[in-house]
């Protein structure tokens, strides 16, 4: 990716992540599946939040795009990624993070169910913080930043 393509980076406000929704419990899918109405398939009708990538050498890194989605009783959390373990390689989506419905915001919901994936994540898998962002959605720089620093 071409530097002029990538969201501004480098200078960006400090903002305040709204409050947490009461009661919102996030869950890696991984880790606790979802014990019923699991979803079957590529989801519909979801919202891009953002894109981040991790690039640890030139042959080892990882793209996730997450995507909100709210079924039934539940909100979702999907990462479409990039198989290249596939021959020819193939974008899929997987069920990252679930929380049972919560009334909030679409940006307080999302930003908030990103951070508690993310520190699950860190807890199953020691992962570091991400070295850029690739394509902003529902979530501007500053609130993924803000997010971040929540987790790291």
């Known amino acids: 990716m071409h530097p002029d393509q990538r969201p501004q980076q480098r200078i960006a406000p400090v903002v305040t992540l709204p409050p947490q929704p009461e009661g ?3 869950k890696l899918d991984w880790v606790e599946g979802m014990p019923d109405d699991r979803p079957e398939g590529s989801p519909r009708k979801v919202e891009f939040l953002c894109s981040v990538e991790w690039a640890w050498s030139p042959m080892h890194g990882r793209i996730d795009n997450y995507y ?5 009783k539940r909100w979702l959390l999907w990462v479409h990624w990039l ?5 020819p390689w193939k974008w899929r989506w997987v069920l990252f993070a ?4 919560v009334k909030g915001d679409m940006e307080q919901i999302a930003v908030h169910m990103l951070i ?3 520190k699950e994540t860190v807890k199953y898998e020691e992962i570091e913080r991400y070295h850029w962002i690739n394509a902003t959605g529902l979530l501007s720089v500053e609130a993924i930043q803000a997010a ?3 987790v790291w």
Do not use: I
């Open 24 to 26: 919102l419990d996030v």
């Open 68 to 72: 909100l989605h709210r079924r039934g």
């Open 116 to 118: 508690g994936a993310w």
């Open 98 to 101: 679930y929380a049972d419905f």
């Open 83 to 87: 198989d290249e373990d596939e021959v």
């Open 148 to 150: 971040a620093r929540e």
